[in-house]
Each structure stands twice: as C-alpha cells, then as structure tokens.
T-cell receptor, first 114, second 114 residues
Framework: GNSVTQMEGPVTLSEEAFLTINCTYT??????LFWYVQYPGEGLQLLLK?????DKGSNKGFEATYRKETTSFHLEKGSVQVSDSAVYFC?????????????FGKGTKLSVIP | GAGVSQSPSNKVTEKGKDVELRCDPI?????LYWYRQSLGQGLEFLIY????????KSGLPSDRFSAERTGGSVSTLTIQRTQQEDSAVYLC????????????FGQGTRLTVV
C-alpha cells in the first residue's frame, strides 16, 4: 500500500534559519506528491505539488523536488519567518483501482521564533 | 461558496449519542472527501464522493459511520452511538476533478465525545 513518512517534530528555528523537513514515501504506481500546510486556527492548504520525477514544486519561498530514485520529497526554505509557523503535511496521490485518496504523513509542527 | 464550509466547527457529545457533521463544498466541485485527523496522527481517509455516489468508502472505520451526499453538493457524515475514540477533527475537502490533485479543505469539525 501507499505510505508517507515525514520527520518527527516539533521543529523550532530562529527567524531567517534554513528549513528542511524530510519526507519519504512508498507507493504503487507513479504518485503525485504534495505538501500541505495548516496554519494555527485555519484549514489545510495546498502549499506546493509535483506530479513527475525531477519536478520542483515551489510556493511562498518553499521548494520540494520529486526524487524518484530516493522516493523523497523534502521541503526546504532558505530563510524562515515567524509567519511560517504551522504544521506541514507531506502527502501523495497514486491512482489505483477505485482509489482516490490522498495519503498523508503525520505532520511536522514548525515554530519560528524571532 | 468561496471555500469549503463545515458545520458545526465544534461539537461535544455524550458517548452513545449520534452526531451529524455537515460539509458544503466549493460550488461546482464534483468530488468530495472526508478525512479524520486524530491527535498526534496524520489525516486518515474516510470516504470519497463523485457526485452523489461513493466509489471509495474503504476508510470508514466501522458500520457506525455513514455518509451521504445529495444534489451533488452538501454532504453529511453521521456517526452513530459515538465512542470516545471517535474524538477527532473531521475534515472535508472538495475538488473539481476526481483525482485529488487540487483538493481544497474546510476548517474541520472538532468532535469531542465525553
């Protein structure tokens, strides 16, 4: 079956620090990969996505590259801000017989301190 | 509407009572999904609707859980004879296509069973 493993949190960084949140996956077929973000008190939002190998998804200064050879989709940002404090979820979608579900990791809570 | 709307935002119920959770998807979105987010866990898929039919209900944890969708729009998730382990945040998402490659999530209903 499909599964997503992402680094355990919480992660605490100082403002302007470099961020990496690791994500690896197992999937049948050829999945699409996503990062979702959940800001405090808000719903889950799509942050970025990649649909094929070597694609790079990017948004709001965040980037993640679809690495098929290492089955990874690590999230990076060069300089985090306090406003980036949120829970980040790695997810995949792999179309199988009758399956339309996103498979999520457990989430990584990021806190950025001034 | 402008986004996915869920109601109520919070629900406290006594063990053994039935509850209904409502989801109003983005207008025109044919696909609708229910997920459950338990403390410390990732998002767990429950059910997927395409129009009014549910081709994938594989994530419903027991026969106490059911869901319906009417008019290709509003969906209701019903939990009968609630148990304490049902306490979680129930999230609804919708997308314009069958594949959840651009799913938009509501803010969720926080259910607490006491």
């Amino acid at each position: 079956g499909n599964s997503v493993t992402q680094m355990e949190g919480p992660v605490t960084l100082s403002e302007e620090a470099f961020l990496t949140i690791n994500c690896t996956y197992t999937a049948t077929g050829y999945p699409s990969l996503f990062w979702y973000v959940q800001y405090p008190g808000e719903g889950l939002q799509l942050l970025l996505k990649a649909t094929k190998a070597d694609d790079k998804g990017s948004n709001k200064g965040f980037e993640a590259t679809y690495r098929k050879e290492t089955t990874s989709f690590h999230l990076e940002k060069g300089s985090v801000q306090v406003s980036d404090s949120a829970v980040y979820f790695c997810a995949l979608y792999s179309q199988g017989a009758g399956s339309y579900q996103l498979t999520f990791g457990k989430g990584t809570k990021l806190s950025v301190i001034p | 509407g402008a986004g996915v709307s869920q109601s109520p935002s919070n629900k406290v119920t006594e063990k053994g009572k039935d509850v209904e959770l409502r989801c109003d998807p983005i207008s025109g979105h044919t696909a609708l999904y229910w997920y459950r987010q338990s403390l410390g866990q990732g998002l767990e898929f429950l059910i997927y609707f395409q129009g009014n039919s549910a081709p994938d209900k594989s994530g419903l944890p027991s026969d106490r859980f059911s869901a319906e969708r009417t008019g290709g729009s509003v969906s209701t998730l019903t939990i009968q004879r609630t148990q304490q382990e049902d306490s979680a945040v129930y999230l609804c998402a919708s997308s314009s296509q069958g594949a959840p490659t651009e799913a938009f999530f509501g803010q969720g209903t926080r259910l607490t069973v006491v």
